[in-house]
C-alpha cells in the first residue's frame, strides 16, 4: 500500500468513522445517565430524514441539521418518556423507536414526496460542503506532512470537525464540570444523588436530550453531508455499530474516538480491498465484508475484556414499589 | 400482597394498551390520508376471517414463538441475546444440508433430522459469544450483533458459492425432495376438496412451536437447570454461593437459546420455502424480542404476543394488497405496539394500580 | 383488473422494481385503468399475493423477478384461466409468460461507452448484492469495455452480500472514491439505492457515472454519461395493455428486440462524441447480427474477461 | 445525659405522618418532637417503620399526609433538596455513595459551588481537612469509596452531612456494620456533636446502645409510635417488650461446651485474590464436634475470605479436612455443591446478595444450594410440591413471619430473611456449619431466636464456626474465639477466659504472645 493510498484509505475511514462517533458519544451520554438506548439507529434515521427532507424543501443544509436534530428529540422525549418517566423496560422502548423510525421515515416521506420514501435529491445549498482547511494548497509540497494535511485533514464538511471537537469536549463535561459529575452519579448511583438533593429525572431526561442532538447531527450528516438525500434505511446498521464501539470504548469518551475510527479504519478496509489474493487463494468477498465484524469479536476477546456498564445502567429509578 | 387483581394485571392492562396503540395507529392512518376504519376491518378480514388468513397469522406465530422463546431463555439467565436472527439463519443451514443430503423416507423423520439440525447448527452459532462472555467476558449483546452480520456473510457465501444449483439466477439452495415436504395446515385439516387453509404456509412445525413452549415452561420453572438457570440470572454472586458455575450456565442457557433460534428455520425453510433462501429469517430474531419482552419471558405470554404480532404480520400483508398503503405501516403499528403493551405498560399500570387501591380500600373500610 | 407484484425491493427502489411501476403507470394513465398491486414484505407472501389476486379475478398478474419464479411454478397450475406474467424468471407453464431480458447485452454498450469516454483507462462496477445476475451486469460492462480498449483496467466492486447492500448510499459512495482514487473516472453502478450514493459522489467528483434499469440520466444533468436500460416498463406496460389476451411462452428481450439499451438524451448530449456513437451503434450491429456474441455469466457461471 | 434546663424550641416535630407503599401502611399517624442538643433513640422491629420515618423526613419519600416543624418553622419538605437546606442530613443504613468515585467527589455532588468542578474540590478538600481534625473524621479524600472499609464509607456518609451544615443528622441503623472500636468512635463524635448542639436520631437495633448514648428513645411497632420515654427512665427489658409486645431473653442460654472429635481442620490456608493481594497468609484452624469456634476481628482481615474458600466459592492453597477427608481447594469438586456434599452448611454474611435469590418465593429459597439432591427431585423434574410442603413447615417452626411459602424474598424484612437462611442450613444436619454475621441488621427478637437455633445445633454435638464483627455477640455465642488480622490468626482464647478488651487489641493487631510477654 503506497502512501497516498493509505491517505485515502484514512480519508475513508474518518468519514465512515463520524457518523459513528457521534452515535457513540450520543450513546455514551444516554448510558452514563443509566439510560441504556439501542434506540441510536431510529434516531439517527430519523434525523437523517428531517434533514433531508426540510433541506431539500427550504433549501438551506442548516434548516435541515435543524430539523434532523428535532426530529431525533422527539424520539428522545419518547424513550424518555417510557424509561424516565414510566419507567419502563428501555430495551423494548429502544426497540420501538427503531421500528417507529424505519417505518415513520417512509410513510412521511412517501407522503409528502410520492418518491418512494426517498427525499428529493439535493442541491449544492442542502448540502453541506466541505471546508478547505488554510494552507492546504501551500503545504503541499511538504513531503508526508503536506498530502496528510490536504488529504486527511483539510477538507471534511464542517461536522467532522465538531464531531472531532465533541470528544475533548465530552470528556471536559464528564470529568471537569458540576454537571458531568452529577450525571456519573445518576448513571452509578441515582439514589445517590436523589438524596444529595438532584433530581434525578431531570438529570437523565438532560442526557436523554443531550444523546437526541447529536444522534440528529449523525444523522443529518449522513443525509446531507455524505449523501444528498434521504433513502429509506439509510443508517444500515451504524447505530448498532455505534452502540458496539460505545461498549468497546467501555463508556469512555477518548476510547469513543478510538474504538469508532478503529470501525471505519476496518469498513474502509474492506470498501477498499475486496477479495484479496493471499497466496494463490482468493478470500472470498464475503469474508473481507464479514471481517470488520469478525475482527471486532477478536479484539472484544483479546484485548478489552470485560466491559464494565454503568451500574444503574437498564435499571429505571424506583424509589417505591 | 398484590395491589392488582390478577385478571386485571394480565388482561386489562394490556388491552388498554393495545387500544392505546391501536388509537396512535389509526391518527397515523389518518395522517397519510386513508382510513383507519377500512384498513382495521381488512386486517381483521384478512387475517382471522379467513381460514387461509389464520394459515398465514399461525405461520407468523410460529416463527415468533422460537426467537420469543430463545430471547426469554437467554433472559432468564439475564443474557441479551440479539443474535436470533443470525443464529436462525445458521439453523436454516443446518436444515438445508440435512434434508438436500440425506434421502429422508418420510416427513415425519425429516422434521426431526430437520430440527435437530437446526438446533445444532442455531446453538453452535450462539456458542462462541456464549463462550467469549463466560470466559473473556466479551460483551455477548455486542458479539450475537456481530455474529448475525457475520452469519449473513456465510449464508451469503454458501447460497451463491456452494448450495446454488448451477444455472439459477436465484442465491438459493436447490429445491428438497419431494419427500421432506411437511403437510401442512391445508393437507392437515382440510376436508377432502375445501379450501379451508389452502396456500397457507401454516404447517405441522406450529405444533412443534407449541411443544418448545410447553419444554421451556418445565424447563425453566420446573427442572433443575431451569433453576440454576433463573439463579444465575437473577444474582450472579448468589449462583456462586450456591455452586452454580457461571460459565456453565451462561454457555448451557445460550446454547438451548440458539437452538431454539436456529428452529425456527425449520417453518420456513423446510415447512415454508421448501428449499434455503437468502431472507428466510425476516427479521423474525428481532421480532423475537419484542416478543419475550411483552410476553413477560413466559411460555404462555410470548404464545399471545407471537400471535398478536403474527396477526400483525398477516393483517398487514391483506392492507398491502388491496389498499395503497405503503408497506411501512405495519412496522409503524408494530413499533405502537410494542411501545404501549412493552415501554409505556407502566402508563397504564399505574393508574389502574392506584384505582384498584382505592376501591379495595373503600371496600374494606 | 389487471395485478403488479413488486419484489421485497419495493416499488420505488429506483432500478428494476421502479421500472415496472412505472410502465404500470403509464399505462394506468393512458388508458384510465386501474390495477392491484403489492410490495411483498416477506418471503411467505409470494404465494399469497398470487393466489389473493388470483381469486380476486385479477388477470394479468404481472410479477417481478426470478426469485417469483418457484411460486408461480406452484401456483398458476390451480388457476388456469389466469395469466400470469414473470419478469427476470424462468417459469414454464401454459398460462405464464416469462420475460427475460439480456442484461448482458446492453452493459456490453455501456461498457463501450465507458471505454470511449474514459481518459484514464481504468474504469468502474458497482454492483448491489453479490449474486448472479449483478454479475452478469459486470460481466457484460467488461466485455464491452475491453472490445475498445483491451489493456483497460475493470474495477468490479460488490456492496455487500446482504440485501442491505441495497440501500447503503454511503458505502456506494465510499466505494466509489476507492474507485477513484485508483484510477476509475467511470463507474457503472448496479446496485440499486446503492447506486444513488455512486451517482451522486461521482457527480461531486467530477467523474462519469452509468445508471442502471431505468433512466437515471436526469439525476445529475451532464454527469451521467449514460443509463444501461432494461425495458422493464415496456414490459410491464405491454402485459398490462394486452391484458387477458396476452400471449404466454418465453420471451427474451434483447438488444434486438430493444429491451435493452443505452440512454440518449438532453441530460446526457454533451457528453457524447460522435465516435462513441459509432462505436454504440457498431456494436449494436455486431449483436443483432451474431457477429459479437456477447459472454453470459448466468449461463456459464463464469466471466473470461473479469475475475470476481 | 444532661438536658437543656431552659425549654428551647424544639429542634424537630413531626405530627400525624402517615405513609402507605401501595396496601403496605408503613407509617400510621406519627407524631414526635426532638429537642435540640439531644440525642433520640428509635427502635423497634424489622418492618416497624422506622426507615421509611426518617426518609419522609429527609424527602426522600413524600409523606401521605401530616405536618413537619424544623426549629418551630412548619417546613415542606418535598424533596431532599429542602432537607438538606432545612439542615437535615441523613445517613443511611444502605450508603447512598457512588462507589467509583473518590470521597471528595461524593462529598461535593449536589453541593457543588458553580459550574465547574476544579474550585469546589480545592474548597471542599480544605474543609474537609478541617472536619477532619474537629471530629476526628479521618478519611483520605482521594480514596475510591469502593476501596474503603465500611466504617469509613459511613464516616464519608457523615462528612457529607457535616459539609452540608446538618444540624439535624439522621443514622440509620449506624453500627450494623461496624467494629466494636469503630462503633466506640461513632459515638464519640456522635457525642461532639451533641455538645456542639446538634441534633442526632439514631435508630438502632442495639439496646445497649440506646441505652448508653441516647436521652430519649421511641419505640415504633407495626408503622405506629407506641411510647416515646427518656432513657434514662427505662430498662432495656421494659423497651424490649414495648418493641416486640412480649418479654424476651437478652442473654443466651448457653450450657458448658462438650468438645468431641476434630471436625473441621484447617493447615496452611492461603488465599489470593482477583487482583493479586494476600488476603489470608497460612491459617491453621480447628473446629471440634460441639463446639463453637467465634472468629472475631475487623472487617476485612481475611475472614471473609476464610469463609468462601470453606463455602467452596474462593480458590485457595492449603488444606481443609472435614472428619478427615481432604478437600479439593481449586477446581473440579471445590465448588458449594461439593462443599455442601462433604457435610459443611452455610449462612453466609450478605443474605441478600449470597444467600437468598431475593426475587425467588421462599420455598424456592428453602432448597437454594441443595436443589440438585436426589431428595428434591421426581424423575427429570425438581419436586416443586414436595419442597413447598416442606418450606411451608420449616417457616411454621422457624417462626418466619409471616409464613407465607409463596411470598417472594425481598418482600421479607431482614430478619426474617435471615430466618429462612438459617433454617434452610441448619435443617440439613450439617458435620459443619459455617455462620457470617448471624444477626446483622435484625431485630432482638429474631436475635434471640437465631441465636438460640446455633446452641441447639451445637449442643446436638456439630461443629460451628462462626464469624461476627459484634464482640458482643461472638463472646456470648462462641465456646473457642480466634481473632483475626491482616489474613493470620493474632491467637486463641477460651470465651470464658477473656474479655473485650484483650480481644480488642488483639483485632488491632497486638499478638496475643506479644501481650503475654507484657
Ligand atoms: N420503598 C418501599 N416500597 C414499598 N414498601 C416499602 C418500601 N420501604 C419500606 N416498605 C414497607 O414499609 C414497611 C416499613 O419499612 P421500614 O423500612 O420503614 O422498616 P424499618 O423499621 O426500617 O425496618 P428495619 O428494622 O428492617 O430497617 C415495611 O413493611 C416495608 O415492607
Ligand atoms: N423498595 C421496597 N419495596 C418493597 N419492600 C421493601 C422495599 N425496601 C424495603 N422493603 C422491605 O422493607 C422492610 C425493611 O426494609 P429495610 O431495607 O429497611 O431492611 P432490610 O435491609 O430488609 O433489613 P435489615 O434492617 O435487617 O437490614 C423489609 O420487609 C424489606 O423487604
Ligand atoms: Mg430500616
Ligand atoms: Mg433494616
Avoid at chain 3, 388508458?31 to 399469497?48: F, M, N, V
Avoid at chain 3, 456506494?172 to 446496485?191: H, N
Avoid at chain 4, 492461603?270 to 476481628?297: F, H, Y
Avoid at chain 4, 441448619?426 to 459455617?434: F, G, H, Q, S
Wanted: glycine share 10%; charged share 20%.
Amino acid at each position: 500500500m503506497d502512501f497516498l493510498t493509505l491517505l485515502q484509505v484514512l480519508d475513508s475511514s474518518v468519514r465512515l468513522a463520524i457518523p459513528l462517533l457521534l452515535a457513540c458519544l450520543a450513546g455514551l451520554y444516554s448510558e452514563r445517565a443509566g439510560i441504556f438506548d439501542i434506540g441510536l439507529e431510529g434516531k439517527m434515521l430519523a434525523a437523517a430524514f428531517a434533514a433531508g427532507a426540510f433541506a431539500a424543501v427550504s433549501g438551506s443544509v442548516w434548516v435541515g441539521l435543524l430539523a434532523g436534530i428535532g426530529a431525533s428529540m422527539i424520539l428522545s422525549a419518547i424513550h424518555g418518556i417510557a424509561s424516565i418517566t414510566f419507567r419502563g423496560n428501555q430495551l423494548i422502548s429502544g426497540v420501538a423507536i427503531n421500528m417507529l423510525a424505519a417505518g415513520m421515515t417512509v410513510l412521511i416521506a412517501q407522503d409528502w414526496f410520492g418518491q418512494g420514501g426517498r427525499t428529493p435529491s439535493l442541491l449544492t445549498e442542502g448540502r453541506m460542503s466541505p471546508i478547505t482547511l488554510p494552507f492546504a494548497e501551500m503545504f503541499q509540497s511538504i513531503p508526508l506532512f503536506g498530502p496528510t494535511y490536504k488529504e486527511l485533514i483539510s477538507g471534511h464538511s464542517l461536522i467532522v470537525y465538531v464531531a472531532f471537537a465533541f470528544v475533548p469536549l465530552t470528556w471536559w463535561v464528564l470529568y471537569r464540570t458540576r454537571f458531568g459529575l452529577r450525571l456519573r452519579a445518576v448513571g452509578e448511583n441515582p439514589a445517590s444523588v436523589d438524596t444529595a438533593g438532584v433530581s434525578v429525572i431531570r438529570l437523565r431526561y438532560t442526557a436523554v436530550m443531550i444523546c437526541g442532538v447529536l444522534c440528529g447531527v449523525a444523522g443529518a450528516y449522513l443525509a446531507t453531508g455524505l449523501q444528498a438525500g434521504f433513502i429509506k434505511d439509510m443508517t444500515a446498521g451504524r447505530g448498532f455499530i455505534a452502540l458496539a464501539a460505545l461498549i468497546f470504548a467501555k463508556w469512555r469518551p477518548w476510547y469513543a474516538l478510538w474504538a469508532c475510527l478503529l470501525f471505519g479504519l476496518l469498513q474502509a478496509l474492506a470498501v477498499r480491498f475486496q477479495s484479496i489474493e493471499i497466496g494463490g487463494v482468493v478470500i472470498p468477498v464475503q469474508l473481507m465484508e464479514a471481517l470488520p465484524f469478525i475482527l471486532t469479536v477478536v479484539i472484544l476477546a483479546g484485548f478489552v475484556g470485560r466491559a464494565i456498564p454503568p451500574r444503574a445502567g437498564g435499571e429505571p429509578y424506583v424509589k417505591e414499589r | 400482597m398484590g395491589k392488582m387483581p390478577l385478571w386485571a394485571d394480565a388482561i386489562l392492562v394490556p388491552l388498554i394498551s393495545l387500544l392505546l396503540a391501536a388509537f396512535f395507529s389509526a391518527l397515523v392512518i389518518l395522517g397519510i390520508g386513508e382510513s383507519p376504519v377500512e384498513a382495521f376491518t381488512l386486517m381483521v378480514d384478512g387475517a382471522l376471517k379467513r381460514s387461509a388468513g389464520w394459515g398465514y397469522t399461525l405461520y407468523y406465530t410460529t416463527n415468533f414463538i422460537f426467537t420469543g422463546l430463545a430471547v426469554a431463555v437467554a433472559f432468564h439467565a439475564r443474557l441479551f441475546n440479539i443474535g436470533g436472527e443470525g443464529q436462525a439463519m445458521i439453523g436454516g443451514v443446518g436444515v438445508a444440508l440435512v434434508c438436500l443430503y440425506i434421502p429422508w423416507p418420510h416427513w415425519s423423520l425429516a422434521i426431526v433430522g430437520a430440527s435437530i439440525a437446526a438446533a445444532l447448527f442455531g446453538a453452535a452459532w450462539a456458542f462462541i459469544p456464549a463462550y467469549l462472555q463466560a470466559k473473556r467476558g466479551s460483551h455477548i449483546v455486542i458479539t450475537t450483533i456481530m455474529f448475525n452480520y457475520i452469519a449473513f456473510s456465510v449464508l451469503g457465501y454458501l447460497l451463491v458459492e456452494v448450495l446454488r444449483p448451477t444455472g439459477q439466477m436465484d442465491p438459493a439452495s436447490a429445491s428438497f425432495p419431494e419427500a421432506t415436504h411437511l403437510p401442512n395446515f391445508h393437507e392437515m385439516f382440510a376436508p377432502e376438496g375445501s379450501r379451508m387453509f389452502r396456500g397457507a404456509p401454516a404447517n405441522v412445525t406450529f405444533f412443534l412451536s407449541l411443544l418448545a413452549c410447553v419444554f421451556v415452561w418445565v424447563l425453566i420453572w420446573k427442572t433443575r437447570l431451569g433453576y440454576d438457570i433463573r439463579s444465575f440470572g437473577f444474582s450472579e454472586t448468589a449462583a456462586k454461593y450456591a455452586g452454580i458455575s457461571p460459565v456453565r450456565i451462561t454457555v448451557i442457557a445460550m446454547l438451548i437459546s440458539g437452538a431454539l433460534a436456529g428452529m425456527m428455520s425449520v417453518n420456513t425453510t423446510l415447512g415454508e420455502s421448501e428449499r434455503l433462501i437468502l431472507n428466510s429469517t425476516e427479521g423474525a430474531g428481532f421480532v423475537g424480542i419484542a416478543v419475550a419482552l411483552m410476553g413477560r419471558n413466559h411460555p404462555i405470554g410470548i404464545l399471545m404476543a407471537a400471535l398478536l404480532f403474527g396477526f400483525l404480520a398477516q393483517g398487514g400483508a391483506e392492507l398491502a394488497l388491496w389498499t395503497d398503503i405503503p408497506r411501512e405501516l405495519i412496522v409503524v403499528i408494530q413499533a405502537l405496539v410494542i411501545l404501549f403493551t412493552g415501554a409505556l405498560d407502566n402508563m397504564v399500570r399505574m393508574p389502574l394500580e392506584k384505582l384498584f387501591l382505592t376501591l379495595g380500600r373503600k371496600e374494606n373500610a | 383488473d389487471p395485478a403488479v407484484i413488486f419484489d421485497l425491493g419495493g416499488k420505488f427502489d429506483k432500478s428494476f422494481n421502479e421500472a415496472g411501476y412505472n410502465g404500470a403507470e403509464r399505462w394506468a394513465e393512458e388508458t384510465g385503468g386501474k390495477y392491484l398491486d403489492i410490495e411483498l414484505q416477506s418471503e411467505a407472501q409470494r404465494e399469497q399475493a398470487l393466489r389473493r389476486f388470483a381469486e380476486a379475478g385479477a388477470n394479468p398478474i404481472v410479477t417481478m423477478g426470478f426469485a417469483m419464479t418457484p411460486t408461480i411454478e406452484q401456483v398458476a397450475p390451480e388457476y388456469p384461466e389466469t395469466k400470469f406474467v414473470n419478469i427476470d424468471g424462468w417459469a414454464n407453464l401454459p398460462n405464464v409468460q416469462t420475460i427475460s431480458f439480456a442484461e448482458h447485452e446492453g452493459s456490453y454498450l455501456a461498457g463501450v461507452m465507458a471505454a470511449k469516454a474514459s481518459k484514464s483507462g481504468t474504469v468502474g462496477f458497482i454492483g448491489g448484492m453479490d449474486i448472479p445476475l449483478i454479475r452478469k451486469f459486470a460481466c457484460g460492462y467488461a466485455q464491452g469495455v475491453k472490445s475498445v480498449n483491451p489493456d483497460a483496467t475493470i474495477i468490479a466492486n460488490m456492496t455487500g452480500t446482504t440485501p442491505a447492500a441495497w440501500n447503503d448510499p454511503v458505502k456506494g459512495s465510499e466505494l466509489t472514491k476507492a474507485q477513484i482514487s485508483q484510477g476509475a473516472d467511470v463507474v457503472y453502478a448496479a446496485a440499486g439505492g446503492t447506486g444513488v450514493g455512486v451517482l451522486q459522489t461521482a457527480a461531486d467528483e467530477g467523474i462519469l457515472s452509468i445508471g442502471v434499469d431505468s433512466n437515471q440520466n436526469h439525476l445529475h444533468p451532464g454527469k451521467v454519461l449514460t443509463s444501461m436500460l432494461k425495458r422493464v416498463d415496456v414490459a410491464v406496460y405491454n402485459a398490462l395493455k394486452d391484458g387477458a389476451d396476452l400471449e404466454t411462452g418465453f420471451q427474451n428481450l434483447d438488444l434486438a428486440s430493444n429491451g435493452v439499451g443505452v440512454a440518449i438524451d438532453e441530460n446526457n448530449e454533451s457528453l457524447i462524441t460522435a465516435e462513441m456513437t459509432e462505436a454504440v451503434d457498431m456494436a449494436t450491429k455486431g449483436i443483432v447480427s451474431g457477429e459479437i456474441t456477447v459472454e453470459n455469466y448466468a449461463a456459464a457461471e463464469s466471466c473470461s474477461v473479469l475475475e470476481f | 445525659m444532661a438536658a437543656p434546663a431552659t425549654p428551647a424550641p424544639l429542634a424537630l416535630e413531626l405530627r400525624g405522618i402517615s405513609k402507605a407503599f401501595g396496601p403496605v401502611q408503613a407509617n400510621k399517624d406519627i407524631s414526635i418532637s426532638v429537642r435540640p442538643g439531644t440525642i433520640h433513640g428509635i427502635i423497634g422491629e424489622n418492618g416497624a417503620g422506622k426507615s421509611t420515618l426518617m426518609s419522609i423526613l429527609y424527602g426522600f419519600y413524600k409523606a401521605d399526609s401530616g405536618e413537619i416543624y424544623i426549629r418551630g418553622q412548619k417546613t415542606s419538605i418535598p424533596d431532599s433538596q429542602a432537607a438538606i437546606a432545612a439542615g437535615i442530613g441523613m445517613v443511611f443504613q444502605h450508603f447512598k455513595l457512588v462507589e467509583n468515585f473518590t470521597v471528595l467527589e461524593n462529598i461535593i455532588l449536589g453541593a457543588e459551588d458553580g459550574a465547574l468542578l476544579r474550585p469546589s474540590l480545592a474548597k471542599a478538600r480544605k474543609e474537609l481537612k478541617q472536619l477532619a481534625t474537629e471530629y476526628e473524621l479521618n478519611v483520605d479524600p482521594d480514596a475510591m469509596i469502593e476501596d474503603l472499609s465500611v466504617g469509613h464509607q459511613q464516616r464519608v456518609e457523615i462528612l457529607k452531612a457535616l459539609y452540608r451544615q446538618a444540624e439535624i443528622l439522621i443514622l440509620d441503623e449506624p453500627t450494623g456494620v461496624l467494629t466494636p472500636s469503630e462503633a466506640d468512635q461513632l459515638f464519640r463524635i456522635l457525642d461532639r456533636l451533641r455538645t456542639e448542639g446538634k441534633t442526632i436520631i439514631l435508630i438502632t437495633h442495639k439496646l445497649r446502645e440506646i441505652m448508653e448514648y441516647t436521652d430519649t428513645v421511641s419505640v415504633m411497632r407495626r408503622g405506629q409510635m407506641t411510647a416515646t420515654v427518656k432513657t434514662a427512665e427505662t430498662t432495656p427489658e421494659g423497651l424490649a417488650e414495648l418493641m416486640v409486645g412480649r418479654k424476651v431473653l437478652l442473654r443466651v442460654d448457653k450450657k458448658p461446651a462438650q468438645p468431641g472429635a476434630e471436625i473441621l481442620k484447617i493447615q496452611n490456608l492461603r488465599v489470593i485474590d482477583e487482583s493479586g493481594v494476600e488476603r489470608v497468609k497460612g491459617i491453621d484452624l480447628t473446629v471440634r464436634a460441639g463446639e463453637i469456634v467465634g472468629i472475631a476481628g475487623v472487617a476485612g482481615n481475611g475472614q471473609s475470605e476464610l469463609l468462601e474458600v470453606l463455602g467452596g466459592f474462593q480458590d485457595a492453597t492449603g488444606s481443609v479436612q472435614v472428619n478427615g477427608q481432604e478437600l479439593p481447594l481449586t477446581g473440579a469438586g471445590s465448588d458449594g455443591q461439593a462443599r455442601r456434599a462433604a457435610g459443611i452448611a452455610h449462612v453466609p454474611e450478605d443474605r441478600q446478595k449470597e444467600g437468598l435469590i431475593m426475587e425467588f418465593a421462599a420455598w424456592e429459597n428453602s432448597v437454594f444450594g441443595y436443589h440438585h439432591e436426589p431428595e428434591y427431585q421426581n424423575g427429570i423434574l425438581m419436586d416443586n410440591k414436595g419442597i413447598l410442603t416442606k418450606a411451608a413447615d420449616q417457616m411454621e417452626r422457624f417462626d418466619v413471619r409471616p409464613p407465607h411459602p409463596h411470598l417472594a424474598a425481598k418482600n421479607f424484612s431482614g430478619g426474617n430473611q435471615q430466618k429462612i437462611v438459617v433454617a434452610r442450613e441448619i435443617e440439613r444436619n450439617p458435620d459443619v456449619l459455617l455462620i457470617g454475621q448471624p444477626t446483622r441488621g435484625v431485630d432482638i427478637g429474631a436475635i434471640e431466636f437465631i441465636h438460640q437455633q446455633i446452641m441447639n445445633l451445637r449442643d446436638q454435638g456439630k461443629a460451628i464456626l462462626l464469624v461476627s464483627v459484634e464482640l458482643e455477640e461472638v463472646l456470648s455465642l462462641a465456646d473457642r474465639v480466634a481473632v483475626m488480622f491482616d489474613g493470620q490468626i493474632m491467637g486463641e482464647r477460651q470465651a470464658s477466659e477473656t474479655d473485650e478488651k484483650e480481644l480488642g487489641l488483639m483485632m488491632a493487631g497486638v499478638s496475643g504472645a506479644q501481650k503475654e510477654a507484657i
